[in-house]
C-alpha cells in the first residue's frame, strides 16, 4: 500500500490498482478525489467534508462510492443514489478492496460553548494506517502502524498530541491537519514528538510527497 498525503487532512491511500481517499476537504486540491474508486469522510466540517472535492471524484468515475457518518451522508444521498453509504462506531465494511473499521463517535472538544459534531475514525486493512479524523479516538484492542497525526488544530495542544501518540504506541506517526501551522514552528513540533512520542518514527509528507505502507 501507498500513501500520498495531499494538503490538509486528505490522504491518498494505493493498492493493487485502487485508490482509497479520505477526508478532501476545501483545503485540500481540487482534484485531490479525481481518480477515487472509494472516498470516506469522517465529519462535515469544511477542512475535511467539501462537496465540490467530491462531486468531482465520484463524476469523474461512476462506480466510486462513498462511505461516512450520517451528517455527510445526508447532504450527498440525493446527488448520489446508492453510492452513499452510512457508517458508525464499530462498523466494518470492504471499500475498493480495502478492509475498514470505524472508531470513534464525537469530535474533539473545540470550546465548551460550541456542540461537538459527530467524527469517526478509520482504520484501514487491520491496522495499517488509521485516519483519526478530527479526535484522538483510540482504536482498541487494535495495533496500529502508521498513525495520521491531526498534528495542529484548533481544539488540541501539542501535549495532546503527544500523549495521544503515546497511547496508540504506533510504529510511526505521519503529520496531517497542518495547514495552519506555520513552516517556521514545525520544527518546534517535531522535536518535541520526536523526543517524547513514545519511540515512535515521526515524519511529515509535503502534499504530493507518497510513502510505503506496511
Known amino acids: ?28 486540491e481540487e482534484d485531490a478525489a479525481v481518480g477515487a474508486d472509494a472516498i ?75 456542540p461537538r459534531v459527530t467524527n469517526v475514525g478509520f482504520l484501514i486493512d ?11 479516538t483510540v482504536p482498541e484492542g487494535r495495533t ?10 484548533p481544539w488540541n495542544k501539542v501535549a495532546e498530541i503527544i500523549d495521544y501518540v503515546r497511547e496508540v504506541a504506533p510504529r510511526r506517526a505521519i503529520d496531517i491537519h497542518d495547514s495552519l501551522l506555520q513552516d517556521h514552528a514545525r520544527p518546534i513540533y517535531d522535536s518535541m514528538i520526536d523526543k517524547l512520542g513514545g519511540g515512535a518514527e515521526h515524519g511529515r509528507l509535503t502534499p504530493g510527497n507518497r510513502t510505503a505502507l506496511g
Open 40 to 114: 470516506l469522510v469522517t465529519h462535515e466540517h469544511m477542512d475535511h467534508f467539501n462537496e465540490d472535492r467530491l462531486r468531482a471524484g465520484m463524476e469523474a468515475n461512476p462506480a466510486a462510492e462513498i462511505w461516512t457518518l450520517s451528517s455527510v451522508a445526508d447532504q450527498l444521498a440525493g446527488a448520489f443514489p446508492g453510492r452513499v453509504h452510512t457508517v458508525g462506531d464499530g462498523d466494518t465494511f470492504t471499500a475498493a478492496g480495502f478492509e475498514v473499521e470505524v472508531h470513534g463517535q464525537l469530535h474533539a472538544v473545540i470550546h465548551p460553548d460550541i
Open 126 to 136: 487491520g491496522g495499517t494506517v488509521f485516519h483519526p479524523g478530527d479526535a484522538l
Open 1 to 28: 500500500m501507498e500513501l500520498t498525503k495531499k494538503t490538509h487532512a486528505c490522504v491518498r491511500l494505493e493498492k493493487d490498482g485502487r485508490t482509497l481517499v479520505i477526508d478532501p476537504g476545501v483545503f485540500s
Open 144 to 153: 496500529v502502524d502508521t498513525l495520521l497525526l491531526p498534528v495542529h488544530a
